[in-house]
Nanobody, 129 residues
Framework: QLQLVESGGGLVEPGGSLRLSCTAS????????IGWFRQAPGKGREGVFS????????NYAESVKDRFTISRDNGKNTVYLQMNSLKPEDTGVYYC??????????????????????WGQGTQVTVSS
């Protein structure tokens, strides 16, 4: 079965950290760019961070600059999102998605959600005291 599985979400106090993982099964992530998205309650889904297939290019939302980082371990077929200095406004369901679109996959550029080939089921992140 071809799928992405996110893990690592949970409840954390403001200022805390979490590391999310996105692991692929049934296919090789080497040729895919990965995007992390989040959806806050009552809001649309937004792109948070993306990484190219070789890890050489990344893209991020201004709201997470200097707080979140992204990395990938193709040997483990996994992409990580390290989230530090978390704020209540970071609360939401976090999804990862894989894209094989040539530009997006290598250069980590954002494309329409419909162009992503695989989506995970999401993991809840709640930042609250």
């Amino acid at each position: 079965q071809l799928q992405l599985v996110e893990s690592g979400g949970g409840l954390v106090e403001p200022g805390g950290s979490l590391r999310l993982s996105c692991t692929a099964s049934g296919f090789n992530l080497d040729y895919y760019g990965i995007g992390w998205f989040r959806q806050a309650p009552g809001k649309g889904r937004e792109g948070v961070f993306s990484i190219g297939s070789r890890g050489g290019y990344t893209n991020y939302a201004e709201s997470v600059k200097d707080r979140f980082t992204i990395s990938r371990d193709n040997g483990k077929n996994t992409v990580y999102l390290q989230m530090n200095s978390l704020k209540p406004e970071d609360t939401g369901v976090y999804y990862c998605a894989a894209v094989q679109n040539p530009g997006a996959s290598f250069y980590a550029t954002w494309v329409r959600e419909s162009e992503y080939d695989y989506w995970g089921q999401g993991t809840q992140v709640t930042v609250s005291s």
